[in-house]
């Protein structure tokens, strides 16, 4: 998803003579398959995300059962269900978004803007619904064997150096999709809220 999508499309016409002097219709297409790329590659991801969840449900299973794990190591189960779910009700939640432009640029910048808002509010709230839930599930393993294990220092200090760990890596996503938020998905609505308004004047 880049910052200059619709950017190109817009420093090519002339300052002096405004939006109102384009060419709509091929605004309307390019704008249409500039949507339609980006809503492929958010299709794809959301799909990705949700197929690695459900390949990774009996594979988190067996590995419990054929290692005779505890039974904290089953909460993820849940976490995964929750994460799966959560985003396939996103999706749903979407779909007005994801009917056709028809041939108004007006309803166009609107869709996408539309688009973007929901884009950015999933990003800003990721850490509560995708990375806290299997947080917690593994935090709760590990202290289970914490618990367990109290009496060997060795095994204590090898669960709280994986607990570190998968905090880091859950921050880092975190920063990375805030980063993302901030440089590209913002500034790429208030584009699309600027032209917007340029037409309305």
């Given at each position: 998803?880049?910052?200059?999508?619709?950017?190109?499309?817009?420093?090519?016409?002339?300052?002096?003579?405004?939006?109102?002097?384009?060419?709509?219709?091929?605004?309307?297409?390019?704008?249409?398959?500039?949507?339609?790329?980006?809503?492929?590659?958010?299709?794809?991801?959301?799909?990705?995300?949700?197929?690695?969840?459900?390949?990774?449900?009996?594979?988190?299973?067996?590995?419990?059962?054929?290692?005779?794990?505890?039974?904290?190591?089953?909460?993820?189960?849940?976490?995964?269900?929750?994460?799966?779910?959560?985003?396939?009700?996103?999706?749903?939640?979407?779909?007005?978004?994801?009917?056709?432009?028809?041939?108004?640029?007006?309803?166009?910048?609107?869709?996408?803007?539309?688009?973007?808002?929901?884009?950015?509010?999933?990003?800003?709230?990721?850490a509560i619904?995708?990375?806290?839930?299997?947080?917690?599930?593994?935090?709760?393993?590990?202290?289970?064997?914490?618990?367990?294990?109290?009496?060997?220092?060795?095994?204590?200090?090898l669960s709280?150096?994986?607990?570190?760990?998968?905090?880091?890596?859950?921050?880092?996503?975190?920063?990375?999709?805030?980063?993302?938020?901030?440089?590209?998905?913002?500034?790429?609505?208030?584009?699309?809220?600027?032209?917007?308004?340029?037409?309305?004047?």
């Open positions: 998803m880049e910052t200059n999508d619709y950017q190109s499309l817009w420093s090519a016409q002339s300052t002096d003579t405004g939006i109102k002097n384009l060419k709509v219709d091929a605004l309307i297409q390019e704008i249409q398959n500039k949507h339609q790329k980006l809503q492929k590659t958010l299709f794809w991801r959301d799909f990705r995300e949700i197929s690695i969840g459900v390949a990774l449900l009996p594979v988190w299973i067996i590995m419990g059962l054929t290692q005779d794990a505890l039974w904290s190591w089953y909460l993820m189960v849940p976490a995964i269900l929750f994460v799966i779910t959560f985003m396939v009700y996103l999706r749903y939640k979407n779909k007005p978004n994801q009917t056709h432009w028809g041939d108004s640029l007006r309803l166009g910048l609107e869709k996408g803007m539309r688009d973007l808002d929901h884009q950015i509010w999933m990003l800003k709230n990721v619904w995708y990375l806290a839930p299997f947080w917690i599930g593994i935090l709760a393993e590990e202290i289970h064997k914490l618990i367990l294990s109290s009496e060997s220092f060795g095994s204590m200090i709280l150096i994986f607990i570190a760990t998968v905090s880091l890596i859950c921050y880092a996503i975190w920063r990375l999709n805030q980063h993302a938020v901030s440089k590209t998905l913002i500034p790429h609505r208030d584009q699309l809220k600027n032209t917007l308004q340029e037409l309305e004047v």
